[in-house]
């Protein structure tokens, strides 16, 4: 009786380990059938974020390239160079980029609040300077041999010189800039509040861009 309880408990213990074996087996596969099968969406979802990111890096690269220019400053301040600013930069920034006005400069023909453009001379002249034999008075008055007068950078007092552009005509003129950037044409000046095709064909010799 007691060899047949004994060959009983082990044939109980082996039909134990059996199905506990197949058991394992069979949830091993399970799983690795699971893997297997989302392993593709896996990827290709890691490769759509990684193309993502990639996209985003190079938006955000273009970006800072478009949110910066290049300004010439020279003249009378400390660190006469070209400077990179922030897109929309004012005179004043880049004239305090280049360390500042020397203690000769004469800043009455220019306008510090002006918008600068890429690639834009600006030069600051020395008290007593006659502006019209600098030659590129940048921002302050861009004169060059042929006397005439770049009306995207010239500074209030020089527009004034213009035929028939008085004070409230030169503001016009400095406010149409800020708003809508540099002029394209000289017909645009007709754009300008309080100028039209008189006021234009009295200036259009004497005006360039």
Known sequence: MLD??????CFVCMLLVLCLSGCHSEGT???????????????AGESAEEEAQNTEGKDTEESGRRQEMYVH?????????VYRLPAGSRVFEAVE???????????????????LSDGQQLYVPAEGEDIRAAGDAGAG???????RVDINTAAKEELMTLNG??????????????????F????????VEGIKDGIFNKVKDQIKV
């Open 4 to 9: 047949r309880l004994r060959i009983t408990g």
């Open 29 to 43: 596969e399970d799983v690795r059938e699971l893997d297997e099968a989302r392993s593709p969406q896996e990827e």
């Open 73 to 81: 400053v020279c003249g009378q301040v400390q660190r006469p160079g």
């Open 97 to 115: 980029a280049a360390g500042g006005m020397r203690e000769d400069a004469d800043d009455s023909f220019l306008n510090q609040a002006e918008t």
């Open 141 to 147: 008055a861009d004169v060059k041999d042929d006397g």
């Open 165 to 182: 552009i008085g004070e409230a005509r030169a503001d016009s003129i400095i406010k149409y800039r800020e708003e809508h950037g540099a």
């Open 184 to 191: 394209q044409s000289i017909e645009e000046l007709k754009e």
